[in-house]
């Protein structure tokens, strides 16, 4: 790709990048979620509360309320869980 000069009122384009000292302090929580029916929670510290209809999830910045229907654990281990079932809402709490 070829540098462009900036004319008179245009700006150039800038690349950003984020500083070791940033990165470091953001949160280690992660969501991935695959439609409404699995959920991978990442920077898991504890389970709170778990039925099938609800589950709390203590991560490293927040907890977690997952509701739903026929909800399971499919997946605990490495600070990670994945929630399988009909999943209705995601709160941060």
Same mark, same amino acid.
Request: charged share 30%; hydrophobic share 35%.
């Given at each position: 790709?070829?540098?462009?000069?900036?004319?008179?009122?245009?700006?150039?384009?800038?690349?950003?990048?984020?500083?070791?000292?940033?990165?470091s !302090?953001?949160p280690?929580?992660?969501?991935e979620?695959?439609?409404?029916?699995?959920?991978?929670?990442?920077?898991?510290?504890?389970?709170?509360?778990?039925?099938?209809?609800q589950?709390?999830?203590?991560?490293?910045?927040?907890? !977690?309320?997952?509701? *739903?229907?026929?909800?399971l654990?499919?997946?605990? *281990?490495? *600070?990670?869980?994945?929630?399988? *079932?009909?999943?209705?809402?995601?709160?941060?709490?």
């Amino acid at each position: 790709m070829k540098k462009r000069k900036a004319r008179q009122g245009q700006t150039k384009e800038k690349s950003f990048f984020v500083p070791k000292t940033i990165s470091s !302090v953001a949160p280690k929580m992660t969501l991935e979620c695959a439609d409404r029916y699995e959920l991978l929670i990442g920077g898991c510290k504890n389970i709170d509360e778990y039925s099938e209809k609800q589950a709390k999830i203590r991560t490293s910045s927040c907890t !977690v309320r997952v509701c *739903g229907s026929a909800l399971l654990i499919s997946f605990l *281990g490495d *600070g990670k869980i994945l929630l399988s *079932g009909e999943i209705s809402s995601i709160e941060f709490i």
